[in-house]
């Protein structure tokens, strides 16, 4: 998990989408006086404040968060990630690195999980067998015994990937909620906390911890029963803060 990356691509889109999110929302509050193009263009170009953002996206219309695609980069998490978040298909599109048409026998890498970071004795027999995977897909790969594909099957979900998201901003919120939850894997949840992270570098208002962040920090935890007990506390901390708190041999490693 240490070289895990996340990178928004479209910072610009943001700004679109806030732009985007006020005017949606004062249309439907001053539609009688919109009569032509010129009087929505006035409508579209007034300016609004912080206060005004904030406002926003508290109300409870997602609708109006949902004006612009963000296409946001991840480096180095594992094929597991991607198939825990590819679970969100609702406005949502993805593309990865492919084991159909990639040779990964010479440039593999492989994520070690968050709780084997600091047990060298048990990080080196996990990555031992990582190795004799690859080995394995490696030998029926280049031999031609079978096709890229088919010899995808032998690769551990651990291997390190390539993924770039796409969705709106109430989207991204969806899934950071819900993935930065404790009850994810801790890859995941450091996945989308260092999205998170991102986000609120460009818009720290649209983005902020009061309507952005684990269902903990909203409000009651979703999952009830089944929760883990530790909510986030206090509720306005900020994802570098988070993963400070939540992932300190990582957060020690960015500040090296």
Known sequence: MTNIEARVLNP????????MMVCAARLTQRGHKVKDMDSFMALYD?????????????????????????????AGASRRFL??????????KFMSASLQYSNYSQDAAFVVPYELLDNDEAK???????????????????????DHDTAGYL???SLANMLIMSATPYQFKHMIAQRT??????ETQYVMLRVWEQLYSINPILFSPKTTGPFCQQGPCKEGSFGCQNPIVPKTLTPTEIIARDFPLLAKKETN
């Open 12 to 19: 610009e889109v943001i700004q679109e989408a806030e732009k």
């Open 46 to 74: 007034a300016p609004f404040t912080e206060k005004t953002t904030e406002t926003m996206t508290k109300l409870p219309h997602p609708t109006i968060q949902k004006f612009g695609m963000i296409n946001v980069a991840v």
């Open 83 to 92: 198939a825990q978040i590819t679970r969100h298909q609702n406005e949502v």
């Open 124 to 146: 080196k027999i996990y990555l031992s067998t990582c190795l004799d995977s690859l080995e394995t897909y490696g030998y029926m790969a280049n031999f031609q015994f079978v």
């Open 155 to 157: 690769m551990p979900q």
């Open 181 to 186: 939850c404790r009850r994810n894997t801790k």
